[in-house]
């Protein structure tokens, strides 16, 4: 942590609010926030993002990321480097003490420039591996012949620095909402926010782009509705509005709102402890344990793995592509391009494939194999994450014990001695199973919907949002701003 000291004083930050940010100017700052993070979605000066080629579409959705703007990475190295150095910590590799003002923001420093630095190395490495160069990018010759054109030194330079820069705007961002002046933290609200745009756009999108079948519409139910007037057969009109490769379908919608409404229903099942006050007689009232104990993180965290995995063995195939090695290389993972779409990069090979939401590849045993493999790694490390999270994060049954017993509350029926051992014996099974039951049902939607990240992002996109709705009620409650709020009107005074 000494080592951080040096750059605190280059390293951009948001300084920490003079005096107390009021309910409404919390809401204000949460909401101009997230409007500023969906404005990022920008195209990259010189690059045209409609004619990107995007081998990571899937996993897109669920960080905020837009492919060829400058949410290219989205919130994904500002979350990544948040657990990475979160479980270090945890696991007592780095010693932080989290009660002291001056560690906390050594580690903060550290998460911002982890960050910075995975934008900046990911950004070299999608240009070097022609990730901006479209296909079409075409030019004629003074032959007459078509010739392939690529961008100079000085345009890939720039497009890096723009994603630099744009990535740690995103940063920034994010410590906005951490440091207290709005709701978060501040990447779960960025993915609520979103998760949501995906999910409308998904069902309802007006925008139009041009096939081979002519003009369609971006959001599944307005295709359905282009389809059903300008098609002779209605049979032909349906099928093709729920089965179609190039866009959002409406068999992806379904599944994700069937998906959503089961996180919807797991994020609800809670066990209730009984606790009293030790300074007021005869006040008690209960202490809810949430099935989903660690909400929408243990998710995230399987799909920062897949995505920082897919963003290395993406490009090192690209850029060995000439190597002698690329037979050793590819075994991390073969991308071929659609043939229908050519918008994107489909996994059909290697170790990747198997943990991957891809489409069927033309080795049948690997198609065959591949939705098993894929649903038992995600439940595995959602579930060991689900396990170690509570211990990383303070919130184990001893540190819930630990608070309980600050504010003079303690279980009915317990001596203060047993308090954290009668918690472990619900918070533990309720860390695990949670990240079990979501993980399942973000893979097996994903796995067997083909739904290119809409599932995943739904359902991390819902957690999140009701984690930061809890934080709104409750702060609403506790600090009384029901008597002076402009949104009094918009929630519960119980």
């Not at 990022?40 to 010189?46: A, M, R, T, Y």
């Not at 190295?77 to 150095?85: D, G, K």
Request: aromatic content about 14%; glycine content about 8%.
């Amino acid at each position: 942590m000494d080592l951080i000291k040096p750059f605190q004083s280059v390293v951009p930050e948001v300084q920490l609010p003079y005096e107390k940010i009021i309910f409404d100017e919390k809401i204000v700052y949460t909401v101009a926030a997230a409007a500023i993070y969906l404005l990022l979605g920008l195209p990259v000066s010189g690059v045209d993002d409609s004619k990107i080629v995007d081998p990571f579409s899937w996993l897109r959705s669920g960080f905020g990321s837009r492919a060829g703007t400058f949410l290219e990475f989205g919130v994904f190295p500002a979350a990544f480097s948040a657990f990475f150095w979160q479980i270090l910590a945890g696991k007592k590799l780095l010693k932080v003490d989290f009660s002291s003002p001056s560690d906390r923001r050594l580690f903060q420093t550290l998460q911002k420039i982890t960050s910075f630095i995975l934008g900046f190395v990911f950004a070299i490495l999608l240009v070097f591996s022609d990730y901006f160069e479209p296909l079409d990018l075409f030019s004629k010759t003074e032959e007459g012949n078509l010739a392939l054109t690529s961008p100079s030194v000085v345009a890939k330079s720039l497009i890096i620095v723009e994603l630099t820069v744009s990535n740690a705007i995103v940063t920034l961002l994010v410590e906005l909402l951490d440091k207290g002046y709005g709701f978060g933290p501040g990447i779960l609200a960025y993915i609520t926010a979103s998760a949501a745009t995906t999910l409308a756009t998904s069902m309802f999108g007006l925008t139009t782009f041009v096939t081979s079948r002519g003009k369609e519409s971006s959001g599944a139910l307005i295709q359905l509705g282009r389809n059903l007037f300008s098609s002779k057969s209605w049979t032909y009109a349906v099928y093709e509005a729920f089965t179609r490769n190039i866009g959002a379908n409406l068999t992806q919608v379904y599944v994700a709102i069937v998906a959503f409404f089961a996180t919807l229903y797991l994020s609800n099942c809670r066990y209730e402890i009984s606790v009293k006050s030790t300074k007021v007689r005869g006040m008690s009232t209960v202490y809810p344990v949430k099935l989903l104990y660690c909400g929408a993180l243990p998710v995230l965290f399987t799909f920062s793995i897949l995505y920082f995995l897919n963003i290395v063995g993406f490009t090192l195939t690209k850029i060995c592509a000439n190597s002698k090695y690329i037979k050793y290389i590819s075994l991390i993972g073969h991308w071929t391009l659609d043939a229908e779409t050519k918008k994107t990069y489909n996994l059909d090979g290697g170790i990747l494939y198997l943990i991957s939401a891809a489409p069927s590849s033309s080795n049948l045993v690997l198609s065959i194999i591949r939705p098993f493999t894929f649903l038992f790694f995600v439940v595995m490390v959602s579930t060991y994450f689900g396990k170690i999270w509570p211990f990383m994060s303070g919130s184990a049954a001893r540190g819930v014990a630990k608070m309980l017993k600050e504010q003079d509350i303690t279980l009915v029926g317990r001596r203060d001695v047993a308090v954290a051992k009668e918690l472990g014996k619900i918070i533990s099974p309720a860390s695990r199973s949670g990240a079990l039951f979501s993980s399942a049902i973000v893979a097996f939607a994903e796995c067997c919907g083909r739904c290119k990240g809409i599932a995943f992002s739904t359902c991390v996109g819902i957690l999140a949002g009701l984690s930061i709705m809890e934080d709104i009620v409750s702060e609403w409650q506790q600090t009384g701003a029901a008597a002076n709020s402009q949104f009094s009107q918009f929630l519960p005074t119980q």
